[in-house]
């Protein structure tokens, strides 16, 4: 009975063990995935800051404006040349120096025109007074009442501080002016030469009829 229980528990014992040996291994740690890279943030190349600080550059040069603010005109040069430079090699960069340069033209722009207004309002006082002098009012209405329309678009963006739109309405209506001086001008130099070669006319037929009139009198006046 002894021995059956013995073996018995053998059994038992050996069947845990086998159990034991079969059972799955633990599970291998799987390390976690890297992170993610961080995105490259690529910054697009600065082509309309470019294209308005140039735009502003020109606009001085056109109308000789740097006077006004020479040493800002002169760090906006620089700013300029150094964003161009940077363009495609650190387009952060080109962009805070061309951003930086097309502020700076813009305070010697206004700086340079709202200096200039007094000579543009002396300058339209001088062509208005000269087409008045050959009556152009009269002989060329069209390009005057555009001269007239024109000063009084100036003086209303010159109030209002808009300076760039105020020098180019005052440009137009020294031109319209001038435009109007040369047509009345004109005219009467054509209407004096009429004049001229009728007199002559009438000088010519006047001593005709007297030599014809001496002729039938026998010679006697």
Same mark, same amino acid.
């Given at each position: *009975?002894? /021995? ?11 069947? *845990? ?60 040069? @620089? ?34 025109? #709202? ?8 300058? *339209? ?12 009012? /009269? ?8 001269? @007239? ?22 440009? @137009? ?33 006047? @001593? ?6 001496? #002729? ?6």
């Amino acid at each position: *009975m002894k /021995r059956i229980l013995v073996y018995s528990l053998l059994n038992v014992i050996l069947l *845990m063990l086998i159990g034991a040996c079969a059972s799955p291994p633990p599970p291998k740690e799987v390390a976690p995935p890297p992170p993610p890279s961080p995105a490259v943030v690529t910054v697009p190349a600065p082509e309309a800051e470019l294209k308005n600080a140039e735009s502003l550059k020109e606009t001085i040069d056109r109308y000789n404006l740097s006077f006004a603010k020479p040493e800002e005109y002169a760090k906006a040069n @620089e700013e300029l040349s150094a964003g161009k430079d940077a363009m495609g090699k650190d387009n952060a960069k080109a962009k805070d120096l061309l951003v930086s340069a097309g502020k700076r033209y813009t305070i010697v722009l206004e700086a340079g025109l #709202e200096k200039t207004a007094e000579a543009r309002a002396v300058e *339209m006082q001088t062509a208005q007074k000269k087409a008045d002098e050959v009556k152009a009012f /009269r002989a060329a209405p069209d390009e005057y009442a555009l001269a @007239e329309k024109k000063k009084a678009e100036a003086i209303r963006l010159y109030g209002e501080k808009k300076y760039l739109e105020a020098y180019q309405a005052s440009e @137009e209506a020294v031109a319209a002016y001038n435009k109007s001086y040369e047509v009345a001008k004109q005219k009467r130099n054509e209407a004096e030469q009429k004049l001229e070669n009728t007199s002559k006319v009438e000088a010519a037929t006047t @001593e005709e009829l007297q030599k014809v009139t001496k #002729e039938i009198s026998g010679g006697q006046p």
